[in-house]
């Protein structure tokens, strides 16, 4: 597949860095991909499609063993997969049985924040998490979040206020058990 990945690209220069991210994440994406789906066909098609995604916002990637790259390969594959995932469901191709626990994976968080901010971060729900991460910790735009994700500006924005207000929600709730 890295033949056809890499016809895709002009320069030399992002050839070889695509190549680098391919060899340095391409397994870690399908494991991630294999547990939501749990099929390794459908995981590998997630992620071939979540390196055609990769190769659209090529610009954006500094860094290649960075650890924002890393999350946006991993958010990048999850969505996809998870795309796949309903658009089976939706089918009638999978079993409610099949759901159970897919889309609570944890994200690891960079393990030298801390805090209480960080700690209600990872009790959001996956989809919550991400968001925030993309537009905060990775300073995405709405519009760029909105391309990798495959939803519209508006969607994007209605996901920030949600978990904004699921935050401030868990925020309020272990602040007032501290004072008690």
Do not use: C, W
Request: charged fraction near 30%; proline fraction near 2%.
């Amino acid at each position: 597949m890295l033949p056809i990945y890499l016809a895709l690209i002009e320069s030399e220069e992002d050839k070889n860095k695509f190549e680098q991210i391919y060899t340095t994440y391409r397994k870690l994406m399908f494991y991630v991909a294999n547990k939501i789906l749990r099929d390794e066909q459908l995981a590998e098609d997630a992620v071939h499609s979540s390196f055609l995604k990769i190769i659209q916002n090529f610009d954006k990637i500094v860094e290649i063993d960075g650890h924002k790259t890393k999350s946006y390969v991993v958010i990048t594959v999850r969505n996809e997969s998870i795309n796949l995932y309903r658009s089976r469901r939706r089918k009638g191709e999978l079993s409610l049985d099949q759901m159970e626990d897919t889309f609570m994976q944890p994200f690891s968080l960079p393990q030298e924040d801390s805090g209480e901010l960080i700690k209600a971060i990872s009790e959001l729900p996956v989809i919550h998490r991400d968001i925030l991460k993309l537009k905060y910790i990775m300073n995405y735009s709405n519009e760029e979040i909105g391309s990798m994700l495959d939803i519209s500006e508006d969607a994007v924005r209605k996901r920030l206020e949600r978990a904004r207000n699921k935050l401030k929600g868990i925020l309020e709730k272990e602040s007032t058990s501290n004072v008690l």
